[in-house]
Structures are given as structure tokens and as C-alpha cells.
């Protein structure tokens, strides 16, 4: 029997210069409860006090241990510090597996390599030419609800010839199944498709969402038409009350009398802001403003999944038959604003107002900006996402931006707009990058570094090897560590696509894929 396994790499800081390489961070430690760090989805985490451009290099910075699991990693790790597990305090580390298996592993003991816990969720679907050649169980990142100690996850489920979706509460404690969790996820066509429940193919790669007691969950490549695969894709997203997942609040269908429209933001997480409102962008499908709404960014009233308003670039055409969707960025709210962005395949840089999106582009109040961010597909259809992260400041921002075969950019954000020439650019230029992550200790900017795992494959699948890279964030020109610079130490393993690292509590968190 061929056993598969994968390592998650914990990188750290190794030696006394720093302070003690396992001990605690000099203030609180940080919880990490979705993808993308926070509900704007920004991908910095701002309360890292331990690691800075002094400290993180090939001399004091390296592999401090990895973790086995039972598949590919997809899936973004997640933190909850100070959790007691079985009569002991751990800082607990949560990865989700390909295999359909979640875990809870201490994340500080090197020594301590089994699991606190592990819990499966059935057997996985196989693996395609979209996922890769192992199997398709938990693609999407899920998220944690720290307050009732709860992690929502979506699973694919194969049995009895059927590809099922379930959506799962479990105990952080322990693994155990709460809120009359398992669900079976069904998909309501608005035609004469009927209800699906049977769903080979199926992508919940978006991050999850839960906000206010209420679970959003949102789908790509829902198939209601075995005979046209291609075409018969459809988006969709759904709410849960997040105590009960036996209620369903409400279904929203991106393109009803259309085709296609799926959710899956490159795997980034659905946005949330203060006011109880819902942010994501569809991919390339159909769009009239009326009942379809592809090539779109929506903004929707909660857990009603009611659309209030919209973004939809003037050449959606296009870039749905060009397949150069914009779902491929996701969306990020920029902090203490109205304002937020979004992008695609295509590179573009859309920044909009919350408050009033602008509809179909060229009508009055939308777009505030479009700017090229980055080379993205041009004409043509390519597996490219747009990897972002926004460092908030106290009175500016940066904004990060590395795709396939490019260069890491920084634009600066000065008076509530880009400055769309980069503000730098690094010297490496890889095949592909699964996105870049910021860490700071909140605006100091000496503080700042930019992370990114790369491979110099171009191939949208497959197995390639990768490198974890940081950059001083106050100049990306400047590369401070390559794990490739001691390859026996460091060595990053496969890599993963659409994964940027976690870092948080003086570690970076990175999941290559690693079968053996």
C-alpha cells in the first residue's frame, strides 16, 4: 500500500538573539481563526512582536519542526493559543487535510509530534486534473468561532458512488461533532435542474465565514449537466445558523439563467465588515445586473444573502469567454475606511467604495481606481490568481502584489488611492507564488516583512519544489531569507498553490504538499 503523507514546515526563529525559540512571543499571542488573518481579509498579521527584518535570516532564523498528516494540504493553518486539551495548556495549531482529516497539534514542542487530536470526515473524493493526482476532501480553509471553542469545515465526501459536501462543526477541544453537525449540503437550481446533492467536481475553496451566528459558505463548479461539464458551472453561496447547521437561512444562485459565476477567490476567505455586510467576487459567467451576475464583486445584506450592491467590470464578456475571471483575487477591505478592492487573472486593481460600488463600470461612482497591479494573463486564460496583501498603517498603507511569472510589487496607499507606480519591485521572478502575507508589529515599519512561498514551475499542477522567501516590507528589493540558502535545514518540501504562509507568534507556518 502506497502511504501519503505531508509535512506541515514550522519555521521559526533559531537561536538566543531573538529570545527563546519555543517560548512565549513578548506580548499576547495571536489567535488565528480564518484565512487571511481578520474578517477584511487583508493577509497581515500586525502583532508580531518577535520577528523583524533583525532577525529573520539564513544565521538566526530556520526549520524549527514539521507535522505529518495523512494528505496534501490545501487548507491555511489555524491558531487558537492557551486551549486546555486533555488537563494541559496547549497553543494549538489546526490543519485540514486533502484526506478529509482535521488536527490539533501543539504548536510550540518541537518533541510533541502526534496529534492532541484528530477527527475524519469520510473518505475523499479522488483527486482530478483541477486538484491533483491524490484525493479532493478539505480544500477550502475553515474557521474557528474562539467564543464556543466551534471550527466550521467543509469536507467531499465520497460514498456509494456519490460526491456529497458536508459541512462540520467541531469541538476544538476535542474533535467531536456539535450543532448537529454532520450536514449534507444540497444545491437548489432555480431551473429544472432540481436539487443537487450529488456533486463530483465540486470546489469549496473559498475561506470560510462565520460572523453573528451565521455560517457562510461559498461554491464553485456545481454541475447540473454531466454532458457539459464546461459550461454548466455554477456559483453558489449559502448561510447556516452557525448553532444549529441544520438551518439553512438562505441560498443565493450567482447566475440563475445563466452559466457559470463560481466562488472561489483563490482561496481566500468571504469578506465581512462592521455593519453585518458580505463581501466576494464571482468568476468569468453570464451577467445582466438583473438575476446574473458573473465577473462581479456583490456585497450582500447578511445572512438574508440579499444583494445591495455590486462592481462589475465593462469587459465581463470578455473575460468570461477569455476565462480571466475575478474571482481568482478575492476581495479586501481596507481598514478603518469605506473602502475596499478587488482583482483577477487579468491583474487589475479595482478599488471601490462599499458604500456605493458603481454597478456595471462607466455608470456614475465606480470604480474609484483601476490600475495594472501586476503582468496578470493578458488575452488569454491562465492558471493565475491575484496574491495580495495590505499593510494597513496608521496613516498610509502598502499594498503587496505578487502572480505567476512576476515580480513582487508595493504600492503605496497615500489619502484613500494607490500611487500605481511601485513603490519597488523584488529581483525574483518565479513561475508561480501562492501569495504573499505580511507581519508587523502594528505600523512600525522597520517591522515589516513580506512572506511568500514560490516554485519555478509554471505548471498549474503537479508536484514542483518550493521556497519560502521574506522581504523587508519597507523595500522588497530586499530578500532577507530563502529557505533554498540551507537547503538541509530549511528545505520547504512541494509547493502549494494559492497557499501564502501563516505567520504568527514569532513562527511561520508553511504547507507544501510532500507525498511519499
Given at each position: 500500500m502506497r502511504i501519503l503523507s505531508s509535512w506541515l514546515g514550522v519555521i521559526t526563529a533559531v537561536t538566543a538573539s531573538v529570545g527563546a525559540s519555543v517560548g512565549a512571543p513578548v506580548g499576547a499571542p495571536v489567535t488565528v481563526p480564518m484565512s487571511q488573518y481578520d474578517y477584511g481579509r487583508t493577509g497581515a498579521n500586525l502583532q508580531e512582536w518577535m520577528l523583524n527584518?533583525?532577525?529573520?535570516?539564513?544565521?538566526?532564523?530556520?526549520?524549527?519542526?514539521?507535522?505529518?498528516?495523512?494528505?496534501?494540504?490545501?487548507?491555511?493553518?489555524?491558531?487558537?493559543?492557551?486551549?486546555?486539551?486533555?488537563?494541559?495548556?496547549?497553543?494549538?495549531?489546526?490543519?485540514?487535510?486533502?484526506?478529509?482529516?482535521?488536527?490539533?497539534?501543539?504548536?510550540?514542542?518541537?518533541?510533541?509530534?502526534?496529534?492532541?487530536?484528530?477527527?475524519?470526515?469520510?473518505?475523499?473524493?479522488?483527486?482530478?486534473?483541477?486538484?491533483?493526482?491524490?484525493?479532493?476532501?478539505?480544500?477550502?480553509?475553515?474557521?474557528?468561532?474562539?467564543?464556543?471553542?466551534?471550527l466550521y469545515v467543509v469536507a467531499l465526501v465520497s460514498k456509494d458512488n456519490e460526491y456529497n459536501l458536508w459541512v462540520n462543526a467541531l469541538d476544538i477541544y476535542s474533535g467531536r461533532p456539535k450543532y448537529n453537525s454532520p450536514q449534507l449540503l444540497s444545491f437548489p437550481f432555480a431551473g429544472s435542474e432540481g436539487t443537487l446533492t450529488n456533486v463530483k467536481g465540486a470546489l469549496q475553496r473559498a475561506g470560510l465565514l462565520m460572523v453573528g451566528d451565521v455560517l457562510y459558505v461559498a461554491f464553485a463548479n456545481i454541475v447540473p449537466d454531466p454532458n457539459d461539464q464546461h459550461w454548466s458551472q455554477e456559483g453558489f453561496v449559502q448561510t447556516f445558523n452557525a448553532r444549529d447547521l441544520k438551518q439553512r437561512f438562505a441560498v443565493f444562485q450567482t447566475t440563475p439563467s445563466g452559466r457559470k459565476g463560481g466562488i472561489w477567490h483563490g482561496g481566500r476567505g468571504i469578506a465581512a465588515d462592521?455593519?453585518?455586510?458580505?463581501?466576494?467576487?464571482?468568476?468569468?459567467?453570464?451577467?445582466?445586473?438583473?438575476?446574473?451576475?458573473?465577473?462581479?464583486?456583490?456585497?450582500?445584506?447578511?445572512?438574508?444573502?440579499?444583494?445591495v450592491d455590486w462592481f462589475t467590470p465593462n469587459n465581463h464578456e470578455f473575460l468570461f469567454l477569455q476565462n480571466i475571471d475575478l474571482s481568482a483575487g478575492g476581495v479586501t477591505l481596507i481598514p478603518d475606511s469605506q473602502l475596499m478592492f478587488s482583482g483577477g487573472k487579468e491583474g487589475v486593481i479595482f478599488l471601490l467604495n462599499r458604500n456605493d460600488m458603481?454597478?456595471?463600470?462607466?455608470?456614475?461612482?465606480?470604480?474609484?481606481?483601476?490600475?495594472?497591479?501586476?503582468?496578470?494573463?493578458?488575452?488569454?486564460?491562465?492558471?493565475?490568481?491575484?496574491?495580495?496583501?495590505?499593510?494597513?498603517?496608521e496613516h498610509d498603507g502598502v499594498l503587496y502584489v505578487w502572480d505567476r511569472r512576476d515580480v513582487l510589487r508595493a504600492y503605496n496607499f497615500v489619502n484613500n488611492r494607490f500611487v500605481t507606480t511601485p513603490a519597488a519591485v523584488s529581483a525574483v521572478k518565479p513561475g508561480m507564488t501562492g501569495g504573499p502575507s505580511v507581519s508587523a508589529n502594528g505600523s512600525e515599519v522597520g517591522s515589516g516583512i513580506v512572506w511568500a512561498a514560490t516554485t519555478q514551475s509554471t505548471r498549474s499542477g503537479g508536484r514542483a519544489p518550493g521556497t519560502l522567501r521574506a522581504f523587508r516590507a519597507s523595500n522588497v528589493s530586499q530578500e532577507i531569507y530563502n529557505s533554498d540558502t540551507n537547503r538541509t535545514r530549511d528545505t520547504l518540501g512541494d509547493f502549494t498553490k494559492f497557499a501564502p504562509p501563516v505567520v504568527a507568534n514569532g513562527k511561520g507556518l508553511t504547507i507544501p504538499i510532500l507525498c511519499r
Open positions: 527584518p533583525s532577525n529573520v535570516d539564513a544565521t538566526h532564523f530556520g526549520k524549527l519542526f514539521s507535522r505529518r498528516v495523512d494528505d496534501s494540504i490545501y487548507a491555511l493553518p489555524l491558531i487558537v493559543p492557551d486551549l486546555d486539551i486533555s488537563g494541559n495548556r496547549h497553543n494549538v495549531l489546526f490543519i485540514a487535510s486533502m484526506g478529509n482529516t482535521v488536527y490539533a497539534f501543539d504548536a510550540d514542542d518541537p518533541a510533541q509530534s502526534e496529534p492532541l487530536w484528530s477527527r475524519s470526515l469520510g473518505t475523499p473524493a479522488p483527486g482530478d486534473s483541477w486538484i491533483g493526482p491524490v484525493h479532493h476532501g478539505i480544500l477550502g480553509t475553515p474557521c474557528i468561532d474562539v467564543p464556543t471553542g466551534t462592521d455593519q453585518g455586510h458580505v463581501y466576494l467576487s464571482t468568476a468569468g459567467g453570464s451577467y445582466d445586473g438583473v438575476r446574473n451576475f458573473g465577473s462581479s464583486t456583490l456585497k450582500f445584506a447578511g445572512r438574508s444573502l440579499n444583494l458603481g454597478k456595471l463600470e462607466g455608470a456614475p461612482g465606480g470604480p474609484l481606481q483601476r490600475f495594472q497591479a501586476s503582468h496578470g494573463c493578458g488575452q488569454q486564460d491562465c492558471a493565475q490568481t491575484l496574491g495580495t496583501a495590505f499593510w494597513g498603517r
